[in-house]
């Protein structure tokens, strides 16, 4: 299965609450699991990522959380500011190659 | 640095036109993508190519062809538009594909077709 499953599919959170997205896949041979976000009217742009030999990563407010034998990752956005208000996918990229696969897709709205 | 750079950035086509959509990077990347976004369901691979030369279908390959007959430039060629192909087009590129962790997709700002 080629398929990356991402939930929720929109968001609102409160400005300084955490922000969680999570998102499911089937197949083993994924070997590099990254985040993008965009913003209206651009291109994504990497956010973070994971491989699955770690458990966790962090940089600054974002977190990625990786749950190797459940075959699922989350995004956790701490302290969530109105700036990060965008849509963030999810991907997957299969082993030796170097096209990623999508999630669906989360708009995250942080209200003031 | 302009990094990929797409044109044009909207497009109104009529059924059954042609048209090329351009795609460049400065990046000396040699992979490159194109994807399509339709609202609420992500992105989804039409053609990637390995280096120059070469290319392959992705997903969604029906109803558009591409080439690569240098590093820098990779454009997507609609024959026969048909309302389905109404999207948001994004062009990307990325380095490596073989290096765990290396493959950072850097995408340009994207193309909005329309065909009416």
């Known amino acids: 299965q080629q398929q990356v499953k991402q939930s929720p599919q929109s968001l609102i959170v409160q400005k300084g609450g955490i922000s969680i997205i999570n998102c499911a896949y089937e197949?083993?041979?994924?070997?590099?699991f990254p985040w993008y976000q965009q913003f209206p009217g651009k291109g994504p742009a990497l956010l973070i990522a994971i491989r699955p030999d770690v458990s966790e990563k962090k940089e600054g407010r974002f977190t990625i959380s990786f749950n190797k034998s459940a075959k699922q990752f989350s995004l956790h956005i701490m302290d969530s500011q109105p700036g990060d208000s965008a849509t963030y996918f999810c991907a997957a990229r299969m082993a030796g190659q170097g096209n990623l696969i999508f999630g669906k897709g989360t708009k995250l709205s942080v209200k003031p | 640095n302009a990094g990929v750079t797409q044109t044009p950035k909207f497009r109104i086509l009529k059924i059954g036109q042609s048209m090329t959509l351009q795609c460049t990077q400065d990046?000396?990347?040699?992979?490159m993508y194109w994807y399509r976004q339709d609202p609420g369901m992500g992105l989804k691979l039409i053609y990637y190519?390995?280096?120059?030369?070469?290319?392959d279908k992705g997903e969604v390959p029906n109803g558009y062809n591409v080439s690569r007959s240098t590093t820098e430039d990779f454009p997507l060629r609609l024959e026969l538009a048909a309302p389905s192909q109404t999207s948001v087009y994004f062009c990307?590129?990325?380095?490596?594909?073989?290096?765990?962790?290396?493959?950072?997709?850097?995408f340009g700002a994207g193309s909005r077709l329309t065909v009416l």
């Open positions: 990046m000396n990347h040699n992979y």
């Open positions: 990307a590129s990325s380095y490596s594909s073989t290096e765990t962790g290396a493959n950072v997709l850097t």
């Open positions: 197949n083993t041979a994924f070997d590099y």
């Open positions: 190519s390995v280096g120059a030369g070469i290319t």
